[in-house]
Structure formats: C-alpha cells, structure tokens
C-alpha cells in the first residue's frame, strides 16, 4: 500500500475497533528519505492515549505486513488538540455547550456558547458587548455549515 491519504483514510475506518472513534485527518508528508504519517482521532467522549496507542499499533502492524516497496516511515497516531479547529459534525455534536469562536468564509467572527447542532447549521448564543458590565446580552444565531471556514473551542483560563 502506499502511504497516500485516501488509502489510508479507507485502511484506519476500517481498523477502528470502538464505535465511539471516529477519523478526524490523514496527514502525510515527506521528511528526507522518510515519510510522516499522522493520523488524528476524535471520540464521541474523547479519547485516551491508551487508545490512540492501541490504534497506532494496529495500523503499524497491518502497514507492516503489508506486501511492496515502501519507504522508511513515521506514524503518529494523535488526537486534535485544543488548538485544532472542529471539522466534523460529530466534533461539534459533542462540543454543544462549550465556548467556540467561528470564522465565517467572508471574516466575520462569531463568539458564544454552541447550543446545538443539526445537519444544517449550528446554533451558537452570541455574546453582545454591553457598555453596562453587570448587564449580559446575548442572542442566538445560526450558522449554516456551508458559510463556516473554522470553529475553535475557547478554552479560559480564569
């Protein structure tokens, strides 16, 4: 097998062992004589690094065994990140009253909580500046997928 994202997309859905992961991204890319491989995970309820290593194993064994020419290769098996945006619906179904910012396709940034999500669009509680800092105004938008370019969770540190 080569080592090509569509392949290995198709090769990690089908090793995935627990309902509850799901495929987020396939990235390879060329490092010298080597290749990286990263494969990037999500769960309904997250993912441990137990399982992130049980998959990895699986997926290097069966590229191992697998017959042809291949190139010296680095495989990583990873879970988004706080830093990585959400791109899948399932990611934002189980990221539903978290704090999100969402990046329009025309620039517009939209930040508040996710209330929920459908196959069309998501519903985010926008949050309104008020000059008054006790008052807080908010007011409910929906976002349909097609006009998002990136959603972030927000992660505060207070």
């Known amino acids: 097998m080569k080592l090509e994202e569509n392949s290995l997309k198709d090769l990690v859905e089908k090793n ?19 290749q990286r491989v990263k494969i990037i995970l999500d769960g309904d309820n997250g993912i441990t690094i137990e399982q992130c290593a049980e998959v990895s194993r699986k997926i290097s064994q069966v590229l191992d065994e697998d017959e042809g020419d291949q190139s010296p290769f680095v495989l990583e098996v990873t879970s988004p990140g706080v830093d990585h945006p959400i791109r899948m619906f399932r990611q934002y179904v189980k990221n539903v009253g978290r704090r999100v910012k969402v990046i329009l396709q025309d620039r517009i940034e939209i930040k508040g909580i996710l209330k929920s999500v459908n196959e069309k669009f998501i519903e985010v509680e926008k949050e309104i500046k008020s000059k008054n800092k006790k008052e807080h105004k908010s007011e409910m938008v929906e976002i349909p997928f097609d006009k998002i370019e990136k959603t972030n969770i927000l992660i505060s540190f207070k």
């Open 16 to 34: 995935l062992e627990y309902e509850s992961l799901f495929l987020v991204a396939v990235k390879v890319s060329r490092h010298g004589d080597s």
